[in-house]
């Protein structure tokens, strides 16, 4: 499938506003392979797997795989857990020098440069404010407690050091979380070890980040967009191949309160919820930097969100704003000029 073609798909279902469920993929055979499919919760969410193999010892362990992966990044990078390197980070990295696996040390230089590219739009600093908000328990940080911590929310605060992959916060209230990145780097990596195991048709998501391999055997993949104000719909399905997906949006962790609704995805200028927008989907090769451009266009909003996937080169946007009307990056917007 061409981009033309891909784009012309997507944008016809747009104009109609399509609604779908996703259906349950059952296990498939034709003789020559089956389907192997599994979902797990990990991560804070949950992680889904469907392979194509040839034979149920390859199904089997690229589906395992994919978990084990899955749940070595969580290990690596949640915030929850104690052992965790980014743990480790934050509490540590305001009083010295703290070195972290190379692993970790390239997601966090890519995300300090994302940062720099949308002008602070992203940015793991966030937590510095974020960890304060507990959305089980309906509880958020009141107007002068984020006052304070407010300027503790600056990327230019960490320093990273190359040569010995150290890290260290340049002000004693940071805090660091890569929610707005890791799954996505979780689900390239992912693709990854399928690929090294000989998998050429296979789908992975974690939460709002879907990465491809390849068709579905003959035809694309049916990705659904949820539409954010009803939890059972599809906004829309888009077609894809061999590509991936990510979406955020103001429905995946959030209470209301007194008729607002309080969500995950920070504005780091102002240490609360963004609110112009209620779902920003980004496609493009790489699930890792469509989970942290997703994150930065739902905060930039919608004219200064799209000005950055314009300029950005092989990445394409769709954004629900707040009024429920659809927004979409040149490529998008050139087709529906021709219908």
């Not at 967009?225 to 939890?231: A, E, F, M, W």
């Not at 080169?313 to 707040?322: F, K, S």
Request: overall charge negative.
């Amino acid at each position: 499938m061409t981009k033309t073609s891909l784009v012309r798909t997507v944008v016809v279902c747009l104009l109609y506003w399509c609604v779908f469920q996703i259906p349950q993929v059952a296990a498939q055979t034709d003789g020559s392979g089956a389907w192997y499919s599994d979902s797990r919760p990990i991560m804070g969410t949950n992680i889904r797997t469907e392979i194509w193999a040839e034979s149920p010892t390859l199904g089997l362990a690229a589906v395992e795989a994919v978990m084990t992966e899955m749940e070595r990044i969580n290990q690596l990078m949640s915030p929850y857990i104690q052992s965790s390197e980014l743990s480790k980070i934050n509490r540590l990295a305001a009083h010295s020098n703290v070195e972290i696996s190379p692993e970790l040390f390239d997601l966090l230089q890519l995300s300090i440069g994302l940062s720099s590219e949308t002008q602070g739009a992203f940015d793991i600093t966030y937590a510095s404010v974020g960890y304060l908000y507990n959305y089980r328990e309906k509880q958020r940080p009141d107007e002068q407690t984020i006052h304070q911590l407010l300027e503790a929310i600056n990327y230019r605060h960490v320093v990273l050091n190359e040569e010995d992959k150290t890290i260290k916060f340049k002000h004693p209230k940071v805090k660091i979380d890569l929610g707005g990145i890791a799954k996505g780097h979780a689900v390239d990596n992912a693709l990854a070890i399928l690929t090294d195991m000989g998998i050429e048709h296979a789908l992975v998501t974690a939460g709002g980040d879907t990465g491809l391999l390849g068709d579905r055997r003959g035809r694309p993949w049916k990705v659904g967009i949820r539409d954010p104000r009803h939890r059972d719909k599809q906004a829309v399905v888009i077609p894809l191949e061999n590509i991936a997906m990510s979406t955020s949006g103001d429905y995946e962790r959030y209470f209301e309160e007194d008729g607002k609704r309080f969500h995950h995805i920070i504005s780091p200028q102002s240490g609360e919820s963004s609110y112009e927008v209620q779902s920003v989907t980004i496609i493009g090769p790489k699930s890792t930097l469509n989970d942290g451009l997703s994150t930065a266009v739902f905060v930039l909003g919608v004219q200064k969100g799209i000005d950055l996937i314009n300029q950005t080169r092989g990445y394409e946007a769709i954004i629900l704003d707040n009024q429920r009307r659809l927004h979409y990056s040149k490529s998008f917007e050139a087709v529906n000029a021709e219908n």
